[in-house]
């Protein structure tokens, strides 16, 4: 029966990698079709030490669509912080005040850390220096419109919480 999920789990997974990669390479002819699955097949054979390890426990089913939901909440981020730099740049009356935030990261998981801390990097206007301990150490443009810490930590965490 372990043996039979085992090789379930490698097809899933092998399925997806193909998939992710099909939608990469759309269109494309039958032989770019063949390397993708023999590919995706060689990546999951080279890596199923690890997947029998235990390492890669991130990446189960509930948290790929945590993470899959979590994409367009962070392009909606994206966006609105563009929206905003693009509007300080316009108009020189609204305030530049550059400064250095602590926010408290609530996440006990590492990997769940690092993706918050990237997912404020890729909003312009915004840079995490650092992550020590259970703190975000970030740069902003204008440290005032981040003066209630609770503003921060709303805009990224409520996703990343799940996957852990």
């Given amino acids: 029966m372990l043996k039979i999920k085992k090789i379930l789990t490698f097809i899933f997974y092998s399925i997806l990698l193909f998939i992710i990669y099909a939608m990469l390479i759309f269109p494309a002819g039958i032989y770019d079709y063949f390397v993708g699955l023999l590919l995706s097949v060689l990546i999951?054979?080279?890596?199923?030490?690890?997947?029998?390890?235990?390492k890669l426990r991130f990446f189960?089913?509930?948290?790929?669509?945590?993470?899959?939901?979590?994409?367009?909440?962070?392009?909606?981020?994206?966006v609105q912080a563009n929206i905003d730099i693009a509007l300080r740049v316009l108009n020189p009356k609204l305030p530049i005040k550059p400064g250095f935030i602590k926010v408290k990261c609530d996440s006990k998981?590492?990997?769940?850390?690092l993706m918050i801390?990237?997912?404020?990097t890729l909003t312009p206007g915004?840079?995490?220096?650092?992550?020590?301990?259970?703190?975000?150490i970030i740069h902003a443009v204008d440290e005032t419109l981040y003066k209630d810490r609770e503003l921060v930590k709303a805009n990224f965490p409520y996703y990343l919480k799940e996957i852990e």
């Fill in 44 to 54: 999951l054979f080279i890596s199923l030490k690890i997947m029998e390890s235990g």
């Fill in 117 to 120: 801390a990237n997912s404020i």
């Fill in 109 to 113: 998981d590492k990997l769940a850390k």
């Fill in 60 to 78: 189960s089913l509930k948290n790929i669509i945590w993470i899959i939901a979590y994409i367009p909440y962070l392009f909606m981020k994206i």
């Fill in 126 to 136: 915004t840079l995490t220096l650092e992550i020590k301990d259970d703190y975000l």
